[in-house]
């Protein structure tokens, strides 16, 4: 059987989800591949709200992005902790997704890394912001310094949400070692 990256299992699970013209956030843009992906889904007439601190980053994701879906494309060089405040208040609660892929740039200075702090933060506005059947994907990262701690913290974050309202899925890469990404699904159900 052919092994899937978490990252690729993050938007097989999110495609069936989204539709054309629906709203959706990618808080951690980085080289770009799942805003491409969330543009796909979402086109035509859908909008993605892109989050990175690094504008290398939006640079490298914005030549990803094919002439026909750039103007669903939204990009804010800023903390994901503060996606509440960018995003039209219109949007609040009709958010269908919001993906993380969490630690450094692939390729930059992997001393830039997203904290548990502003994740946990990013995180408490993305179960509000999304609308019933809307979904959070996380990919969380333990192996890098500062990331088992920032892993640990969603999954507790993930652990107190109200499984009467959120349904939790947690998955671990196929070598289930204590440094393996997990991948976070959280999708809103009441
Ligand atoms: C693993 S990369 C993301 C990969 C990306 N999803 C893709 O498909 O290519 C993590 C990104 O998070 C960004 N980042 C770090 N801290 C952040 C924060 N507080 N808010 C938003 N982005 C942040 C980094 O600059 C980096 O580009």
Known sequence: MPRIALVDLAQHWLCPKLKAGDAVIDATVGNGFDTLFLAKCVAPGGQVFGFDIQAQALENAKAKIPGDLVASLYWRQNCHSAMSEHLPVSLHGRIKAVMFNLGYLPGADKTIITRP??????????????????????VAYPGHAGGGNECATVAEFCRNLNPLQFRLAIIDSISATPTAPKLFQIEKIA
């Open 117 to 138: 702090c502003s994740t946990l933060s990013a995180l408490k506005q993305a179960v509000e912001l999304i609308s019933l059947n809307g979904a959070i994907t996380v």
